[in-house]
């Protein structure tokens, strides 16, 4: 249910944000638009722009840190299941 709700509402944020830049500018950035409604706060937007795309490369890492091993373990030969195939930081490694 918490996932739905987050999806819902970075659906909702990401429809205003389009939204309010082809009213107000075109070509705006997330700073440009940041800019125009808050003025005060745009480096608090540009913090959590960073925040936000740090959290979707981590849990991105630990997807599949978490599923090539066992996808490997499927697809590979017995002889070769246990070993480096199977090490999560290789995947991780690799897909860095």
């Known amino acids: 249910i918490l996932f739905a709700l987050m999806g819902t509402l970075s659906f ?26 808050v003025p005060r706060a745009k480096k608090l937007v540009d913090i959590a722009v960073a925040v936000k795309c740090f959290g979707v490369g981590t849990s991105y890492f630990v997807v599949i840190g978490d599923l090539m091993p066992a996808v490997m373990q499927e697809f ?21």
């Open 12 to 37: 909702i944020g990401l429809n205003l944000s389009c939204s309010a830049a082809k009213i107000k500018a075109p070509n705006a950035s997330y700073y440009t638009l940041a800019e125009m409604s």
């Open 76 to 96: 590979l030969p017995s002889h070769l299941k246990c070993g480096a195939w199977s090490d999560r930081h290789l995947w991780i490694f690799i897909f860095s």
